[in-house]
Structures are given as structure tokens and as C-alpha cells.
């Protein structure tokens, strides 16, 4: 298969599997989604949505969480890690929003990323599935993706986001990074993974990367 062939297999595939797609964080509106994604830099999904619904009991909107001090926003979030440089973040992203946005959640890349604790892929997360800007974040699951179906030297981030925009159709973007992101929690782990289960890598899979993982299952 050359490369446009592979990029076809995936998004056929990706649509087969995933014909409906479920959002990771729970969330009820920009706000929300916009909390609950700084929230899961270095934490999971699960762990996110089981501190989200106590946060969001007391505020779930700018004007409530600038009542909670830095502190009491930081205690609730404490499982997710990282909750200092996070609670200080909410709370001053709730004052800018109210101070310069009335308390709306900007749609521009540029403004969410002013923010503090926004960063690139906080923003592309929330332009993509608040308000239906194509975008395309990239998390670990979609890294790792592209490096096994060699689409992506797997450098960096920032290197895998501009692979994956120039191979894939813009009007695919918003669906596919979901689709990436639960089949590879679902086919494609980091650990743990069978590669007979995994019908799109065993397909299109990087030589070097089948090579290495028959070499391990052989040992």
C-alpha cells in the first residue's frame, strides 16, 4: 500500500468502527470542556470525570469559580495531579474570561491559548469539539498511532499534528482524532498490546515496529 492507500484503509476503518462518537470528558457546555481538558494534562479521562462532577457542583461557570479560592479549587482537583499550577490556572482564566470575554469562552485559537494553562493542545480540544473548528490534537494515543502506521517520525507532538493535517482530509479532522484516540485505548495500547487484535497496524504497520513486536512475542 502506498501512503494515500493506508490513509484511506484508516479513515474506512476508523468510520466502521466508530460510527458514533463519544466525547472522553464529560461536560456540559465550552466552560466546562475547556476546565475539564486542562484538567486531564497528565491524568486520565476516568480520573478527570470523577473530579469534574464535585468541581463542577460548586462551579461550573467563571462567576462561581472565582468565588473558590486557589485553594478549595486545589484540593478538589488534587487527584488529577499537577493541581497547583492547575487551580492557579482555573481561577485565573475564570477572571480573564469575565474581565475580558463576559464570561464566554473565546473561539479562537489565539485567545484560548493566551489563557493561562492553555496550551496548544488544551485549545485545538476545544476549538474542535466545542465549536466545530477543524482541528486535530494530538494526545499520546494519536502520537504513538502515527508512528506505528508510519505516518510520523514520531519526534514530537507538534511534528505528528502537522503529518496527520497534511495526510488527512480537514473535514475528517474532528472525528478522526477521537476515532484515533478510542481505538488506541481500545486495539493499540502502549502496554499490553496485541497486534492480533490491532487489524489496522498489522495492516499498514511500520515494518520496524512489526518486526519489534514479533521479536518480543518470540522471546
Known amino acids: 500500500m502506498n501512503k494515500k492507500e493506508r490513509v484511506n484503509f484508516i479513515i474506512t476503518t476508523l468510520k466502521e468502527l466508530y460510527p458514533e462518537l463519544p466525547i472522553p470528558l464529560d461536560h456540559k457546555d465550552p466552560y466546562t470542556l475547556l476546565i475539564a481538558v486542562l484538567l486531564s494534562a497528565q491524568s486520565t479521562d476516568v480520573g478527570v470525570n470523577k473530579i469534574t462532577p464535585i468541581l463542577f457542583a460548586k462551579a461550573d461557570n467563571p462567576y462561581d469559580m472565582v468565588k473558590l479560592s486557589v485553594e478549595e479549587i486545589r484540593e478538589i482537583i488534587k487527584p488529577c495531579g499537577l493541581s497547583p499550577m492547575k487551580s492557579k490556572g482555573i481561577h485565573g482564566l475564570s477572571q480573564i474570561l469575565i474581565d475580558r470575554y463576559n464570561g464566554e469562552v473565546p473561539q479562537s ?6 489563557l493561562p494553562a492553555v496550551g496548544h493542545k488544551t485549545a485545538s480540544v476545544v476549538m474542535s469539539q466545542a465549536f466545530g473548528v477543524p482541528a486535530f490534537p494530538v494526545d499520546t494515543h494519536i502520537h ?5 502506521w508510519n505516518l510520523s517520525n514520531g519526534k514530537n507532538v507538534v511534528q505528528t499534528e502537522k503529518d496527520a493535517k497534511r495526510l488527512f482530509p480537514e473535514n475528517c479532522w474532528n472525528d478522526l482524532h477521537l476515532q484515533m484516540i478510542w481505538y488506541g485505548r481500545q486495539y ?26 514479533y521479536i518480543k512475542k518470540s522471546r
Open 109 to 114: 485559537f489565539e485567545a484560548l491559548e493566551s
Open 144 to 148: 504513538r498511532l502515527m508512528y506505528r
Open 188 to 213: 493499540s495500547p502502549a502496554r499490553g498490546w496485541d497486534l492480533e487484535k490491532d487489524i489496522i497496524t498489522r495492516t499498514v504497520g511500520r515494518k520496524q515496529v512489526l518486526e519489534e513486536y
